[in-house]
């Protein structure tokens, strides 16, 4: 085996370079992207935008109401058709005749839209952050580029959450509908102040840094958690982070701002408002579910929760009858975090900008789906692709405590020559199971780089070049963590970074190295790590509680360092077993440390 290198890495340039989206996309230091052309397959842009005619200007649907700003830049570029509330079958008909279509949230842009287009279409821009209603499947299969506008309404956002705190703290909304109901009850609402409070800001993305900050105004202690924020820029505005237990726990105030994520759904419930400080304030201004409405009307009840600030719920408009809507103790409002005159016209801007440069044919850095990729490439690494993602997730549900990711370093072992081999896709799907696991960002080829810097994540690639046949593109792939904690101690490596490793067997991905042992176990399902003295009968104790529950084991594996000493029990599970079945699996004695991972 030869010594590790570091990758080569070269950016060649497409034919008709003027119209590839790939081909103007500006680099950080994060990641060398490479487009190579091998001499057995033709070269192909990645996307690429075609006008109707080179000197005709290209036609801009736009389906709901914009900013004024955002459609003078339309116009200086464009010829643009503004046709509001059209239904499903006329706005099939108009999109042949279009270049680009821009919506908010009411137009549906549907399989049966790109299928009417007859491959013109080739930009959609949602004027907002959610993509619920773009079928991006569909627009990835037609060509077609996506971009959001997530940034412009950053401020405003964070205004409101603090003006729900502030008016929370005060009883101001029910103070306000008693005065106008004839009373005048001073003694009643008798409010708390904010200085000296300590506000958990949860989730410090754009908009819970900016709450931060103006908290800190207020003269409140700001903890935050968040897996991925950097410490450093936590520390340049004064804010500590910490784990979510700890961060509930010490709170008088909470602030939301995580995305809905399946890790994230319904993340305040039953059990986590149990740990909080009996008397806490809530504020969401995120994702409606994040919080179990019914849970919460418990404990506001209860008085663990004394009061609540919405803008979000689970169904919006929700129900007139809602218990939590109609609580004494909540003040809502219908979604109207980006609801400034401000905001609205900086994301007229943000969208016409990315829709315009990307018909320019400049790559939008805020794009949300992949870019057409020759098939035979994927095709040849697809197995490779899902081992690189499902490595990224695992990994980075082993990280613990609140410093965040940092640093990541990727190794590819492959008897393939470095300009043979492009990672690319690799990469970015590294970078999508790190980061899509806690965020609402969709990570792909198009927006890796963007995403990984705009969260303080360096990845770094090497190398490590094998004899052999080059007829498999890889043997292996490694991804280390560096200078965060476990949450299990076995998955460090001499150096103390977090280690795993995987390879493709039989077209499957396998984890295949879990710090310093060796495993073998298939990448389907989820995964139970234990490490363990290395004593009989301890596969059958693990797998007599798992049956207890009918939870079915699809792989077992045990890497040990030697007889009768420590162990790694890999176990593959079909189900998720139960918080009482892994608490029986961690009581069993010769069991030191256990984590289950879910993929």
């Known amino acids: 085996m030869a010594a590790s290198a570091s990758p080569t890495l070269r950016t060649h340039s497409l034919h008709n370079s003027s119209l590839s989206l790939s081909s103007k996309l500006p680099l950080s230091s994060h990641f060398s992207v490479s487009l190579r052309q091998r001499s057995t ?40 058709d503004c046709s509001y509330n ?42 907002g952050v959610g993509i619920d209603n773009v079928d991006l499947a569909a627009a990835t299969e037609h060509g077609c580029l ?9 401020v405003a956002a964070a205004e409101h959450g603090i003006a729900l705190l502030a008016a929370m703290s005060r009883n101001v909304a029910q103070a306000d509908a008693s005065v106008k109901a004839g009373k005048w009850q001073r003694s009643k609402y008798v409010g708390v102040s904010l200085v000296g409070k300590t506000l958990a800001v949860m989730g410090f993305g754009k908009v819970g840094s900016e709450v931060a900050r103006r908290a800190k105004g207020l003269g409140m202690h700001v903890i935050a958690h968040d897996p991925y924020a950097p410490a450093d820029r936590a520390r ?42 009996k008397g806490v304030m809530i504020v969401n201004v995120a994702r409606g579910g994040v919080i179990d409405e019914e849970a919460l009307v418990r404990a506001l009840d209860s008085g663990i929760v004394a009061q609540a600030a919405l803008d979000v719920f689970t169904e919006e408009p929700p129900p007139k009858d809602s218990k939590l809507i109609l609580h004494e103790k909540v003040t809502t409002t219908p979604h109207l975090g980006a609801s400034t005159v401000e905001a609205q016209e900086g994301v007229a801007i943000e969208i016409a900008e990315a829709v315009v440069g990307a018909l320019k044919g400049e790559l939008a850095a805020t794009a949300v789906n992949a870019p057409m990729v020759p ?8 197995p490779y692709v899902d081992l690189a993602e499902k490595l990224g997730r695992l990994a980075v549900q082993l990280v613990a405590g609140g410093s965040g990711v940092k640093s990541v370093k990727v190794t590819y072992a492959s008897a393939r020559a470095p300009d043979d081999l492009d990672t690319r896709v690799l990469r970015a799907m590294i970078t ?24 303080g994540i360096r990845i770094t690639e ?11 593109p890889l043997e292996s792939i490694q991804v280390q963590i560096a200078d965060v904690e476990s949450k299990f101690a076995s998955s460090l490596s001499e150096s103390g970074e977090i280690k795993l490793e995987g390879r493709v067997k039989d077209g499957l991905p396998h984890l295949t190295k879990v710090g310093s042992f060796d495993v073998d176990v298939s990448l389907e399902g989820s995964i139970i790590l234990c490490r363990q003295v290395d004593q009989p009968g301890m596969i059958g104790k693990v797998a007599s509680v798992l049956g207890e529950e009918n939870v079915n084991v699809s792989f ?38 256990f984590v289950y991972l879910k993929l």
């Open 556 to 593: 077992m594996s045990v890497g040990r360092i030697a007889p009768r000493k420590h162990a790694i029990m890999a176990i593959g599970v079909d189900e998720q077993p139960s918080k009482e079945s892994l608490k029986k699996i961690g009581d069993i004695p010769a069991i030191e440390e």
């Open 462 to 472: 090497e190398r490590i070049i094998l004899d052999g046949s080059p007829e498999s």
């Open 375 to 382: 098939a035979e490439v994927l095709t040849e690494l697809k």
């Open 41 to 80: 397959r033709s070269a192909r842009p990645l996307v690429v935008v075609v006008s109707a005619g080179l000197d005709a200007k290209p036609t801009v649907l736009v389906s709901e109401k914009l900013g004024e700003a955002g459609l003078k830049l339309l116009n200086d570029f464009a010829n643009v």
């Open 432 to 455: 999508k199971g790190l980061i899509e696991p806690i965020s609402s960002v969709f990570v792909n080829l198009v927006n890796a780089d963007f995403t990984a810097k705009q969260r």
């Open 86 to 127: 059209l239904s499903p079958e006329e706005l099939c008909t108009k999109i042949s005749l279009c270049d680009a279509l821009i919506v908010r949230s009411g137009t549906k842009v549907t399989r049966e839209v790109f299928e009417s287009s007859g491959g013109r279409l080739k930009v959609v821009g949602r004027a």
């Open 236 to 277: 340049a505005i004064g804010v500590e982070l910490v784990s979510f237990d700890e961060a509930i726990a010490t709170a008088d105030f909470i602030s939301l701002h995580m995305p809905l994520t399946p890790a994230t759904s319904k993340i305040l419930n039953d059990e986590t408002f149990a740990k909080m400080k």
């Open 146 to 154: 996506v971009v959001n506008a997530p940034t412009a309404n950053t």
